[in-house]
């Protein structure tokens, strides 16, 4: 039986060890749930969750990538009060802070459609969707996950990254939206692995700040219309 119905919970700004903690427990439970009704040959729903999180300065590092690609050591890193960790998910090196919302989707993709490429085609729309809320054109960048701006010309610059984690189906970790962002952080790493594209933000694309709590609301609705969802 299908549960396309998906629990919200929005954490605010928190430390990213602690988001990845809980995050960690989440899947582990929904992971643990199919493996339970697979063993007892029983198919009770297993829950879905959508995170929305800020984190304070953080470089997070995927299972592919790069240690040299962050550009700063132990010093720097302290100068720029911010932490670096090496996580479980695809993709290379990325910036999470204050500004940038964070979307961690625990999913249940037999509820949905067991296609990894789809889901983060799928996730990369309701960026796209939520950008043209603005009157700012998205895309994708042929060749790369995340959504891009001029994606066609030698101005392309990046404005949402993606890296995605999936066990047995369910996923983990998600998308990094640059909203307000302070892009100056990017200037310490080589952004997912790329060193000849710019990175940017709403902020910096519309000359303004944005209210995170209306861009939040617009990208929810987005994702809860593609996947079908009914957001608890």
């Not at 625990?106 to 809320?133: C, G, K, M, Q, S």
């Not at 997912?192 to 709590?213: A, P």
Request: net charge neutral; hydrophobic share 35%.
């Amino acid at each position: 039986m299908k549960n396309k119905k998906v629990i919200f919970q929005d954490w605010g700004l928190l430390d990213y060890q602690q988001a990845w903690d809980r995050q960690e427990q989440v899947f582990s439970e929904t992971v643990q749930a199919k493996t339970q009704n697979r063993n007892n040959n029983t198919t009770d729903p297993v829950k879905n969750h959508l995170i929305f999180v800020e984190h304070p300065h953080v470089y997070t590092l995927g299972k592919s990538g790069k240690p040299e690609n962050l550009l700063l050591d132990e010093a720097g890193l302290k100068r720029k009060n911010a932490s670096y960790y090496k996580i479980n998910r695809g993709g290379d090196i990325t910036y999470h802070g204050p500004g940038q919302l964070v979307g961690y989707p625990i999913l249940d993709l037999d509820n949905f459609f067991t296609d990894i490429h789809l889901y983060l085609r799928t996730l990369e729309e309701a960026v796209i969707r939520t950008l043209a809320d603005y009157g700012i054109k998205g895309g994708r960048y042929e060749g790369y996950t995340g959504v891009w701006l001029d994606a066609d010309n030698e101005r392309a610059r990046k404005i949402c990254a993606m890296g995605v984690r999936c066990s047995r189906w369910v996923t983990m970790h998600g998308l990094a939206f640059n909203v307000n962002t302070d892009l100056s952080y990017f200037k310490n790493i080589v952004p997912c692995g790329i060193d000849d594209k710019d990175v940017t933000s709403m902020e910096r694309e519309l000359r303004f700040k944005l209210d995170m709590d209306e861009v939040k609301q617009k990208l929810k609705a987005h994702i809860a219309q593609l996947f079908e969802m009914e957001i608890l």
